[in-house]
């Protein structure tokens, strides 16, 4: 007997898609609301910042570390990948499909310069956890007072 939809459930996914497209268009200029590049999926992401360092983590269920890819600049950090379908492609009969596949980017600016040469990154079951160190006030810096000439 096949199931039947949950009409309620469809309607409360509805309203989640429509909530997440009015913070998408509306809060681009924010960390929190990060820009969403392009692809068939977009991963969820948690975003927060120590003194030292942003932390990102993304939810990549079914990828490996060799399907993302990584780029950082001064002030943006861009995920890609994609996640394949399963082995034997679509079944004839489903019940219910609703976990994309493809190819995904998402970026996230930040409001500091960041150092690109120490972003670490870790995946394990299915979570991306990057550290984007800022970029620290070089150590000995001082201040000059200027001098009046006559």
């Known amino acids: 007997m096949p199931i039947r939809p949950d009409p309620l459930q469809e309607l ?11 913070e998408e268009t509306l809060g681009r200029e924010r960390l929190e609301e990060p820009t969403f590049v392009s692809g068939g999926w977009v991963p969820l992401a948690d ?4 003194p030292e360092a942003y932390v990102l983590e993304l939810e990549l269920p079914g990828l490996g570390r060799d399907d993302v890819e990584i780029q950082v600049q001064v002030d943006e ?9 399963l082995p034997g492609g679509r079944p004839e009969v489903f019940h219910r499909l ?8 998402r970026g996230f600016r930040f ?5 690109p040469d120490a972003v670490s990154a870790e995946f394990r079951d299915g979570l991306l956890r ?4 800022k970029v620290q006030p070089r150590a000995g810096a ?3 007072r200027v001098e009046r000439t006559e």
């Open 98 to 105: 609703e976990r994309r596949n493809g190819p995904f980017a």
């Open 47 to 50: 975003v927060y910042e120590t």
């Open 77 to 85: 950090l861009v995920v890609r990948g994609e996640r394949r379908p």
């Open 142 to 144: 001082r201040s000059v």
């Open 130 to 133: 990057l550290q984007v160190p």
């Open 12 to 22: 409360l996914d509805l309203q989640e898609r429509m909530n997440r497209l009015f």
């Open 111 to 115: 409001t500091e310069e960041v150092n």
